[in-house]
């Protein structure tokens, strides 16, 4: 790590012990004022800071997916990857990433992984201790930042804003945009202010601040510039260009990704979040692997720090579906679906503003139509969907994104609008999900562990308004009988928040929507509602269809293509759409296919039809169909 400065290692503290603190405060406030008090940093800093590492939750004392515990994300990489990686919860497709190839020596080395040990060494305190005591673990967070800002020659200041710089080095960036990016967000945070209620019961408040950051301090840190003028991100973040190489490999195979011309050659309809299953490192090392496949960026969990290998105008291989990939840009964000560990706060917020960006250049509406996750995008044809990605998972907090892409779900109609958008609390949803790696909770009799007491953004769907009915059956995630899960890769009985459904009907405290040609129910109590209404557009079948078929892509017609450009057949998916039912219409979507199967772009086509097809969120995942077989109308019970 190289950062113009080298520090010296921190002040001598009492030898590391298992000893509870000497009077522990009663709660999380408490816990930042004492440690606030105790190494004279400015208690809005030392909030900020937590804020934006953690949103203040203690995680049940688990990593984050860069290795940092607690509050305040204190960093041990050598524990977080200590325990074995079983494939059980990963997503099994080779392009995920390799566990046995998540960090190396240089990695431990490296202070950025460590801080754990400066906080023990400052506080006495034991590293176990840092890790799973909430309070202890805010106190070596503010020895580390205390001891940041002597380090930059900056004495205890009553001032929040004389603290810009051991903000920025608290990041652990090795560049410059990268650290101010990050102390910047941290210093909006104090002027906004923030409340909320941790994941563990505590409430934490941080007033809004009359602040002005005094941005010469970062100098003294003597990072390099970190922003590539060949990238496309916002100015205010790091980002840098490693390309993913586009390589002949002879015998007609190349790689990684092909270059177009878009959006002048084909709109740009989505944005694809992916998780890395594997550390930001690992990851820059496979995007760069000519006979792999390719995204267009990807973010590190510590410090948000964006990395983009594919020009927007160029398709990325990342989506497992060729029609998404030809109109997406792919966004994968470091850490892992199903270990037991959580995504920062700072790559969630530089992950917004970069999204934030790409749809307003490229006209992209910012919901759950157009910024898919992986788990959402379907399979080509049927053989395909069981193999289709479940990542970020259940464990992305995709209501707290979009609060942040400043696009909130909210309710939009009255209960006559006949749908709903899926909106749990975070905090509190716990549908029991099991298979999940490093955080079992106990099992029930004859059952395997759970995944613990995570917060999850999906709820589960029943055949019938009751907590004990069988889960909906998906004949194509779960062949060959479809029956449906708890595992946490299974998405065949699940909704997430932001979706959106036709109501079918409503029992009390139940709801019914349509999902996969059947009726699901959740539970959505009027006092604590999982889902709000809204208005929206439906399709269902026209009258005199038993049903219609639903499809993966929308390609043209054979009578579209040229004689040079094979035809791409029009396959049916294994589901089909009754009569009787409705669905979410997401966009009308344009019957295209991009033909680019040589290393010479010169061959490359995109083709056009006549058929006029509709996305629509058909079960967990969005499909297509027909415009000729559905009529149109707006929701209504």
Same mark, same amino acid.
């Given at each position: 790590?190289? $950062?113009?400065?080298?520090?010296?290692?921190?002040?001598?503290? /009492?030898?590391?012990?298992?000893?509870?603190?000497?009077?522990?405060?009663?709660?999380?406030?408490?816990?930042?004022?004492?440690?606030?008090?105790?190494?004279?940093?400015?208690?809005?800093?030392?909030?900020?800071?937590?804020?934006?590492?953690?949103?203040?939750?203690?995680?049940?004392?688990?990593?984050?997916?860069?290795? =940092?515990?607690?509050?305040?994300?204190?960093?041990? &990489?050598?524990?977080?990857?200590?325990?074995?990686?079983?494939?059980?919860?990963?997503?099994?497709?080779?392009?995920?990433?390799?566990?046995?190839? &998540?960090?190396?020596?240089?990695?431990?080395?490296?202070?950025?992984?460590?801080?754990?040990?400066?906080?023990?060494?400052?506080?006495?305190?034991?590293?176990?201790?840092?890790?799973?005591?909430?309070?202890? #673990?805010?106190?070596?967070?503010?020895?580390?930042?205390?001891?940041?800002?002597?380090?930059?020659?900056? /004495? /205890?200041?009553?001032?929040?804003?004389?603290?810009?710089? *051991? $903000?920025?080095?608290?990041?652990?960036?090795?560049?410059?945009?990268?650290? +101010?990016?990050?102390?910047?967000?941290?210093?909006?945070?104090?002027?906004?202010?923030?409340?909320?209620?941790?994941?563990?019961?505590?409430?934490?408040?941080?007033?809004?601040?009359?602040?002005?950051?005094?941005?010469?301090?970062?100098?003294?840190?003597?990072?390099?510039?970190?922003?590539?003028?060949? %990238?496309?991100?916002?100015?205010?973040?790091?980002?840098?260009?490693?390309?993913?190489?586009?390589?002949?490999?002879?015998?007609?195979?190349?790689?990684?990704?092909?270059?177009?011309?878009?959006?002048?050659?084909?709109?740009?309809?989505?944005?694809?979040?992916?998780?890395?299953?594997?550390?930001?490192?690992?990851? &820059?090392?496979?995007?760069?692997?000519? %006979?792999?496949?390719?995204?267009?960026?990807?973010?590190?969990?510590?410090?948000?720090?964006? *990395?983009?290998?594919?020009?927007?105008?160029? !398709?990325?291989?990342?989506?497992?579906?060729?029609?998404?990939?030809?109109?997406?840009?792919?966004?994968?964000?470091?850490?892992?679906?199903?270990? =037991?560990?959580?995504?920062?706060?700072?790559?969630?917020?530089?992950?917004?503003?970069?999204?934030?960006?790409?749809?307003?250049?490229?006209?992209?509406? &910012?919901?759950?139509?157009?910024?898919?996750?992986?788990?959402?995008?379907?399979?080509?044809?049927?053989?395909?969907?069981?193999?289709?990605?479940?990542?970020?998972?259940?464990?992305?907090?995709?209501?707290?994104?979009?609060?942040?892409?400043?696009?909130?779900?909210?309710?939009?109609?009255?209960?006559?609008?006949?749908?709903?958008?899926?909106?749990?609390?975070?905090?509190? #949803?716990?549908?029991?999900?099991?298979?999940?790696?490093?955080?079992?909770?106990?099992? =029930?009799?004859?059952?395997?562990? %759970?995944?613990?007491?995570?917060?999850?953004?999906?709820?589960?769907?029943?055949?019938?308004?009751?907590?004990?009915?069988?889960?909906?059956?998906?004949? =194509?995630? #779960?062949?060959?009988?479809?029956?449906?899960?708890?595992?946490?890769?299974?998405?065949?009985?699940?909704?997430?928040?932001?979706?959106?459904?036709?109501?079918?009907?409503?029992?009390?405290?139940?709801?019914?929507?349509?999902?996969?040609?059947?009726?699901?129910?959740?539970? #959505?109590?009027?006092?604590?509602?999982?889902?709000?209404?809204?208005?929206?557009?439906?399709?269902?079948?026209?009258?005199?269809?038993?049903?219609?078929? !639903?499809?993966?892509?929308?390609?043209?017609?054979?009578?579209?293509?040229?004689?040079?450009?094979?035809?791409?057949?029009? $396959?049916?998916?294994?589901?089909?759409?009754?009569?009787?039912?409705?669905?979410? !219409?997401?966009?009308? /979507?344009? *019957?295209?296919?991009?033909?680019?199967?040589?290393?010479?772009?010169?061959?490359?086509?995109?083709? +056009?039809?006549?058929?006029?097809?509709?996305?629509?969120?058909?079960?967990?995942?969005?499909?297509?169909?027909?415009?000729?077989? $559905?009529?149109?109308?707006?929701?209504?019970?």
């Amino acid at each position: 790590m190289s $950062v113009g400065l080298v520090f010296a290692s921190g002040g001598a503290g /009492a030898a590391p012990t298992d000893r509870p603190l000497s009077d522990e405060p009663d709660s999380r406030q408490d816990a930042f004022a004492a440690a606030a008090a105790e190494y004279d940093i400015p208690e809005p800093v030392l909030l900020a800071v937590s804020y934006l590492e953690s949103r203040w939750d203690a995680n049940g004392g688990q990593p984050s997916r860069a290795g =940092g515990y607690g509050p305040m994300h204190l960093t041990d &990489l050598k524990t977080a990857l200590a325990a074995p990686a079983s494939p059980s919860g990963t997503d099994p497709l080779p392009e995920r990433g390799d566990p046995s190839r &998540l960090a190396t020596d240089a990695s431990f080395a490296s202070p950025a992984f460590q801080t754990i040990d400066l906080a023990s060494r400052l506080t006495g305190l034991s590293k176990e201790q840092l890790r799973t005591d909430p309070a202890a #673990n805010i106190r070596g967070g503010a020895a580390v930042l205390a001891e940041y800002q002597r380090r930059l020659g900056g /004495a /205890a200041a009553d001032s929040p804003a004389d603290w810009y710089g *051991a $903000v920025a080095r608290y990041s652990e960036a090795t560049d410059l945009r990268t650290a +101010r990016s990050f102390a910047d967000m941290a210093y909006d945070i104090m002027r906004s202010g923030a409340q909320r209620t941790t994941d563990d019961g505590h409430v934490v408040t941080l007033p809004p601040q009359d602040v002005q950051p005094d941005r010469s301090w970062i100098s003294k840190l003597g990072l390099k510039a970190g922003h590539s003028e060949s %990238t496309e991100c916002p100015k205010s973040l790091g980002c840098e260009w490693i390309p993913a190489p586009y390589e002949d490999l002879g015998g007609g195979d190349y790689g990684n990704h092909d270059l177009a011309d878009r959006p002048h050659s084909q709109k740009i309809r989505y944005i694809v979040i992916h998780d890395t299953e594997g550390t930001y490192d690992t990851t &820059l090392r496979l995007v760069q692997d000519p %006979t792999y496949v390719s995204w267009h960026y990807t973010l590190r969990a510590s410090d948000g720090h964006i *990395a983009q290998h594919v020009k927007t105008k160029d !398709v990325a291989w990342h989506a497992g579906n060729w029609y998404v990939n030809a109109k997406s840009i792919g966004l994968e964000h470091e850490g892992y679906a199903a270990r =037991g560990t959580w995504y920062t706060e700072a790559m969630y917020r530089t992950s917004a503003k970069l999204v934030r960006y790409l749809a307003k250049k490229y006209d992209i509406p &910012l919901n759950r139509h157009h910024i898919l996750g992986h788990d959402t995008v379907q399979g080509i044809t049927p053989e395909n969907v069981a193999g289709m990605h479940w990542d970020p998972g259940p464990y992305w907090d995709w209501a707290h994104y979009f609060k942040l892409l400043g696009a909130p779900f909210h309710q939009s109609g009255p209960p006559s609008s006949g749908a709903v958008t899926i909106r749990p609390d975070f905090d509190s #949803n716990n549908p029991g999900f099991v298979g999940c790696e490093n955080n079992p909770g106990p099992p =029930g009799e004859g059952e395997p562990p %759970t995944c613990g007491d995570w917060g999850s953004s999906a709820i589960i769907l029943r055949t019938e308004p009751r907590h004990d009915a069988p889960l909906l059956l998906d004949i =194509g995630s #779960n062949p060959p009988d479809g029956t449906s899960t708890m595992n946490v890769a299974d998405i065949g009985s699940r909704v997430s928040t932001g979706q959106q459904f036709a109501v079918a009907e409503v029992r009390g405290d139940w709801t019914a929507i349509w999902y996969l040609g059947q009726k699901g129910w959740f539970y #959505n109590p009027r006092k604590a509602p999982t889902a709000v209404w809204t208005k929206a557009l439906v399709a269902t079948p026209k009258p005199g269809r038993d049903s219609i078929p !639903v499809y993966g892509r929308a390609y043209p017609e054979p009578e579209a293509y040229p004689d040079d450009v094979p035809v791409q057949p029009i $396959v049916p998916l294994q589901y089909s759409l009754p009569a009787g039912q409705e669905y979410v !219409v997401g966009m009308k /979507a344009a *019957a295209e296919y991009y033909r680019a199967v040589t290393f010479d772009p010169a061959n490359h086509k995109v083709i +056009r039809g006549e058929l006029e097809y509709y996305q629509i969120q058909f079960g967990h995942r969005v499909a297509y169909v027909m415009a000729r077989d $559905v009529d149109l109308r707006w929701s209504h019970r």
